[in-house]
């Protein structure tokens, strides 16, 4: 059935005149993904090699009916990017944009939550599918289609996990890339949830970073409602406390938020956790092997 990215997605691109909403768009609607409309404020009228672009989302949702949202505008007009797209009624919202101000991404958070709008990111690579739809920045390349969910807090650990599950022959059925700033719109758990919801994925792969409590929460849900089979790796054990690692919300306060304490979290809840990338991806491709 696979999520998010799937065969009902309407996507419109927010900047798809820019340089970089161009080539996403155009890669992501040579993948197969229904591209239907980008917009950027002025140039309505014009389009994109056939894709019409509109002045507002609310356009392109009335004219086109979009229902996702692919965000990559500049950080100082990203927040009221995904504030318009909520208002324009667009039900999920993957955000691209790294660098936007936490205080704006509060007041963000607070707006669409209630709603039930689905936000990805911000500073994520988005959301694939294999051979159903890519929306992001995905190199989809690199994975196969199979049963196995992964989400990440990193982009490039991401493609480098779905690499070496495809290496040894297994596949996923979306990847979702959570984003890595203090303040995104979707947890560990919503993704946790979601998968144990989807038919298509029978099993889980959780790619976490230093920095937060989200994982740690997430080893308490995993305990509590998720009967599928969960498979962890955590980045950052060589990380100094006090000095942000690559993340905005990839920072060690104190004890707290290192990869040793995720570890040893989701372990006490029966997940097994890889020191590294190669490892978690053997660990889970013992799993499938056993059944």
């Known amino acids: 059935m696979a999520i998010i990215a799937t065969k009902d997605t309407r996507l419109v691109v927010q900047g798809i005149t820019g340089r970089e909403g161009t080539f996403h768009a155009l890669r992501n609607r040579d993948y197969g993904t229904n591209v239907v409309a980008g917009v950027t404020p002025g140039r309505a009228g014009q389009n994109v090699e056939g894709i019409p672009v509109f ?15 692919l965000i990559l505008v500049p950080p100082r007009f ?11 009624g ?51 390349e690199v994975f196969k289609q199979g049963p196995i969910g ?17 290496a040894k022959g297994l596949g996923n059925s979306t990847i979702i890339g959570l984003g890595g700033d203090p303040i995104v719109g979707t947890s560990f758990i919503d993704g946790l949830d979601m998968f144990q919801a989807d038919d298509q994925t029978e099993y889980i792969v959780m790619v976490g970073e230093i920095g937060g409590n989200e994982e740690e929460k997430a080893a308490e849900v995993i305990a509590e409602r998720i009967t599928k089979p969960v498979v962890a790796y955590i980045a950052g054990f060589e990380a100094p406390p006090g ?28 997940v097994r ?11 889970m491709a013992d799993l499938v092997t056993k059944g």
């Open 55 to 69: 002045d507002s989302v609310a356009d392109a949702v009335a004219e086109q009916g979009a229902n996702t949202s």
């Open 78 to 88: 990203a927040a009221e990017a995904i504030l318009e797209a909520a208002e324009a």
């Open 90 to 140: 667009v039900e999920q919202i993957i955000c691209i944009t790294e660098g936007i101000p936490a205080h704006e991404m509060l007041e963000v958070y607070h707006y669409i939550r209630p709603r039930g709008i689905r936000l990805l990111g911000p500073n994520c690579p988005g959301a694939l599918s294999p051979g159903i739809a890519n929306v992001g920045i995905i190199p989809a």
């Open 150 to 166: 992964l989400m990440s807090r990193s982009g490039t650990l991401t493609y480098q996990i779905g690499g070496e599950l495809a």
């Open 243 to 270: 000095k942000t690692m690559g993340h905005a919300g990839a920072i060690i306060s104190g004890s707290a938020g290192t990869a040793a304490a995720k570890k040893e979290a989701l372990e006490a809840k029966g």
């Open 273 to 283: 956790v890889g020191t590294n990338p190669t490892e978690a991806a053997q660990l």
